[in-house]
């Protein structure tokens, strides 16, 4: 189950959906392409994403209100998902999930 919220002032909201994921390899060294479907039909894909030797993946960008990151972490049999992101000065928003290897 990922965890979707979203925060403007003092509004605060969060809906859950049931998440899987497809792991594929990239043709890039080190690399992996995600497949994120939310609810049987929401589709994210992050193609290419460059992992460490310890199984995590950390990227940032942007700054202020404009600033976001993406952390993926393979935890033993687990993927560990953590997306955030500001959508202006009294805004953000972001994606969790852990999931179990089937």
């Known amino acids: 189950t990922s965890r979707h919220w979203n925060s403007?002032?003092?509004?605060?909201?969060?809906?859950?959906k049931k998440v899987t994921v497809d792991v594929q390899?990239?043709?890039?060294?080190?690399?992996?392409n995600f497949t994120i479907t939310y609810d049987d039909t929401i589709?994210?894909?992050?193609?290419?994403?460059?992992?460490?030797?310890?199984?995590?993946?950390?990227?940032?960008?942007?700054?202020?209100?404009?600033f976001g990151y993406l952390q993926?972490?393979?935890?033993?049999?687990?993927?560990k998902y953590n997306y955030f992101s500001k959508c202006g000065i009294p805004c953000s928003s972001g994606i969790n999930f852990s999931i179990k290897k089937k």
Not at 8 to 16: A, D, G, N, R
Not at 25 to 32: F, I, Q, T
Not at 43 to 66: E, H, I, P
């Open 8 to 16: 403007v002032f003092s509004s605060y909201s969060e809906v859950f």
């Open 43 to 66: 589709v994210d894909t992050k193609m290419d994403l460059k992992f460490s030797s310890l199984g995590v993946y950390d990227t940032s960008w942007g700054s202020g209100s404009g």
């Open 25 to 32: 390899k990239s043709s890039l060294d080190s690399s992996l």
């Open 72 to 79: 993926i972490n393979f935890v033993s049999d687990s993927l």
